[in-house]
């Protein structure tokens, strides 16, 4: 299997989008660019934030089309979008669901990393996330090399995280800026959660209303402005 390039950190941004989507929105994938986009920005399960435009997204999914990792169809009004990663890189269900939430959040603890794929894919227990991680690690040159690898523990950190190799190494900075951010990283409780699914709805609600020209409230952009009639006066 050929080697890829390392990945920039807007095509690994837009390859994890598209990973995300595929199994927490199947109804609206594979994405048009609006929905790229908005994936992309998202405020939530995003570190770090990113403000993409949508030249900036375009470009990124005609690099990634030409490494093989993504697909554009044109069955629709406007191109769609869905990911190539699995085949691409040879790997199994759970470990793209991994790579796609490192992609995604940033490096995170095995723990971590049960949790926030709970929509996507439901692991049995930690030892199941480490036995994929630790594969990811494994993985043989004539395959592609290692997409996966562990940090070492920060200090004053309980356990140490993993992080994805498609942008390359893991630099001495990138380590450094993982465990700055740590602490708030395992602090997801189940409203926080619901907090983050109904703003990621929201996100996606808006982007397809922008695509059929409707307003969040349903009504046509026509209609939007339209007078309501007069009340009749009371005698």
């Known amino acids: ?48 934030v990113m403000s993409v435009g949508e030249a900036q997204a375009q470009a990124a999914l005609d690099d990634l089309k030409a490494l093989g990792l993504v697909i554009e169809s044109h069955g629709s009004r406007v191109a769609r979008y869905e990911h190539n990663a699995q085949r691409r890189l040879g790997v199994p269900e759970q ?52 997409l996966a690898v562990h940090l070492p523990r920060a200090p004053g950190e ?34 926080s959660q619901l907090e983050h699914e109904v703003a990621e709805l929201r996100a996606t609600v808006a982007a397809l209303c922008a695509e059929l020209g409707l307003s969040p409230g349903g009504r046509t952009m026509a209609n939007e402005h339209a007078t309501t009639p007069p009340s009749k006066e009371i005698d």
């Open 158 to 191: 309980r356990e140490a995280r993993w992080a994805h190799l498609l942008c390359g190494p893991a630099t001495t900075d990138f380590i450094a800026a993982s465990a700055g951010g740590a602490g708030a990283g395992g602090q997801f409780d189940r409203i």
């Open 95 to 146: 470990s793209a669901v991994l790579l796609g939430l490192l992609m995604l959040r940033g490096p995170q603890t095995a723990g971590e990393l049960r949790i926030n794929a709970e929509r996507w894919y439901r692991f049995a227990d930690i030892s199941s996330v480490e036995g994929f991680l630790e594969e990811l690690a494994a993985r043989a040159d004539d395959k592609g090399g290692p």
């Open 1 to 48: 299997m050929t080697a890829l390039r390392p990945l920039s950190p807007l095509e690994a941004r837009v390859l994890g989008t598209l990973l995300e989507k595929a199994r927490t929105v199947p109804d609206t994938y594979p994405l048009s660019l609006n929905l790229v986009v908005a994936g992309c920005n998202q405020k939530t399960s995003r570190e770090p």
